[in-house]
Nanobody, 119 residues
Framework: QVQLVESGGGSVQAGGSLRLTCAASGRPLSMTAMAWFRQAPGKEREFVSHIRWSGGATYYADTVKGRFTISRNIAKNTVYLQMNSLKPEDTAVYYC????????????WGQGTQVTVSS
């Protein structure tokens, strides 16, 4: 089994910053990418960002481009999401996920961490 544990969520005012962390553990991992998704109340889960494990190429949803930065620590099997200039519409539960092939098929998911941005 693979376990993903997110941390770093919380409440912040608009314009503020938060840094999310997701640590992967368990049986030997062969990851092609790690990603962040989010789900706001009453809405479907949406993609936020991914990072390719080999090479570190990144990709962002248009809604967060220029404000969020994804990074990784290979030695720690950890991915981070630095979120700056937060907006109330960023309020959601944020989930990290692991892909073992490509960047579209995510096999493992964390429990989620709440991010609340007040105006």
């Amino acid at each position: 089994q693979v376990q993903l544990v997110e941390s770093g969520g919380g409440s912040v005012q608009a314009g503020g910053s938060l840094r999310l962390t997701c640590a992967a553990s368990g049986r030997p991992l062969s990851m092609t990418a790690m990603a962040w998704f989010r789900q706001a109340p009453g809405k479907e889960r949406e993609f936020v960002s991914h990072i390719r494990w080999s090479g570190g190429a990144t990709y962002y949803a248009d809604t967060v481009k220029g404000r969020f930065t994804i990074s990784r620590n290979i030695a720690k099997n950890t991915v981070y999401l630095q979120m700056n200039s937060l907006k109330p519409e960023d309020t959601a539960v944020y989930y990290c996920a692991v892909a073992r092939t490509g960047v579209s098929d995510y096999s493992y998911w964390g429990q989620g961490t709440q991010v609340t941005v007040s105006s």
